[in-house]
T-cell receptor, first 112, second 116 residues
Framework: GESVGLHLPTLSVQEGDNSIINCAYS??????FIWYKQESGKGPQFIID?????DKRQGQRVTVLLNKTVKHLSLQIAATQPGDSAVYFC???????????FGSGTRLQVQP | GAGVSQTPSNKVTEKGKYVELRCDPI?????LYWYRQSLGQGPEFLIY????????DSGLPNDRFFAVRPEGSVSTLKIQRTERGDSAVYLC??????????????FGEGSRLTVL
């Protein structure tokens, strides 16, 4: 299928390295954030979420960091694998009214 | 299947025509969302249903766009008098959360609409 995000910023990493994908969000009132992974021709897939009362949350091989002071979110992927190659989006929300705003995305390319 | 199902997967139509895109959410999911995704962009929110009612339709771009979910399960996005700028992938997502405010959204693979 047609590739999502042909003109997106691209991060290229070697297999086994750690990856850091960044996202600047716009609304200081946003209090709930989700990272999604989107492979070509598919819908976004949930990776990890974080509420604004936390500044760090860890999952399996992934860590999300939240800096509310500068409205910045990052996704860290440990020991990146070829299967991690995809476009990554952050979603910002306000609990109670899910604003459902996605960032423009970053393409991650993992070189074997 | 167990996931969100969207049909058709591809739709090519002529400018001015009417189209319907269907979403069959995961069984039991009360919240249903429609998004539009253009090439190189993140998904853009269109409308959110909680049960049968549209809880938030603030993302619908104009009155040519309309969506229904009459029985609280399957939803149809309807686009009248299509324009070339409507060409995009239309994504549907569902969630089991009754509030719809937190938690994972489960996305379908989308319906690619091309308006010639």
């Amino acid at each position: 299928g047609e590739s999502v995000g042909l003109h997106l910023p691209t991060l290229s990493v070697q297999e086994g390295d750690n990856s850091i994908i960044n996202c600047a969000y716009s609304n200081s009132a946003s209090d709930y954030f989700i990272w999604y992974k989107q492979e070509s021709g598919k819908g976004p897939q949930f990776i990890i979420d974080i509420r604004s009362n936390m500044d760090k949350r860890q999952g399996q091989r992934v860590t999300v960091l939240l800096n509310k002071t500068v409205k910045h979110l990052s996704l860290q992927i440990a020991a990146t694998q070829p299967g991690d190659s995809a476009v990554y989006f952050c979603e910002e929300n306000m609990i109670g009214r899910r604003a459902l705003t996605f960032g423009s995305g970053t393409r991650l390319q993992v070189q074997p | 299947g167990a996931g969100v199902s969207q049909t058709p997967s591809n739709k090519v139509t002529e400018k001015g025509k009417y189209v319907e895109l269907r979403c069959d959410p995961i069984s039991g999911h009360t919240a249903l969302y429609w998004y539009r995704q253009s090439l190189g962009q993140g998904p853009e929110f269109l409308i959110y249903f909680q049960g049968t009612g549209a809880a938030d339709d603030s993302g619908l771009p104009n009155d040519r766009f309309f969506a229904v979910r009459p029985e609280g399960s399957v939803s149809t996005l309807k686009i009248q008098r299509t324009e070339r700028g409507d060409s995009a992938v239309y994504l549907c997502a569902s969630s089991p959360r009754t509030s719809g405010s937190t938690g994972e959204l489960f996305f379908g693979e989308g319906s690619r609409l091309t308006v010639l």
